[in-house]
């Protein structure tokens, strides 16, 4: 999947019953996170065994659905149970099997110096 790094990233963090598929995991997305599910961000949900992530979005004119399973290792998921945001560069981040604490140097703002 390729992600934008400017893209907003909500996760739900901790451990979400993944049979829900996307009815179930909009509402989760607007009852238990509080965000609209229709603002173009992505959210991400991750199973108790840490192999399976979804990434739920709106996609113009309907819902899509993104899965990605792991066959041998565990995504670094964050436990804590509440919500997450992230850029779509730290998603990568994840999906590639690092840690959110692996992060490249920090981004600076120019300030004038007047």
């Known amino acids: 999947m390729i992600v934008s790094p400017e893209v ?57 659905l993104w899965m990605k399973r792991l066959e041998k290792d565990r995504f670094e998921w964050p436990k804590s149970n509440s919500k997450l945001e992230l850029t779509g560069r730290e998603l990568r981040w994840l999906l590639d099997g690092l840690t959110l604490e692996n992060q490249a140097f920090e981004t600076l703002g120019y300030q004038s110096a007047g």
Request: charged letters at 25%; glycine letters at 8%.
């Open 8 to 64: 907003k990233v909500f996760l739900a963090t901790g451990a979400t019953d993944l049979r829900k598929s996307i009815n179930g995991l909009s509402a989760l997305v607007e009852e238990e996170m509080s965000v609209s599910p229709f603002t173009g961000a992505l959210f991400g949900f991750c199973n108790r065994k840490r192999n399976l992530i979804k990434l739920l979005y709106w996609d113009r004119n309907g819902f899509a």
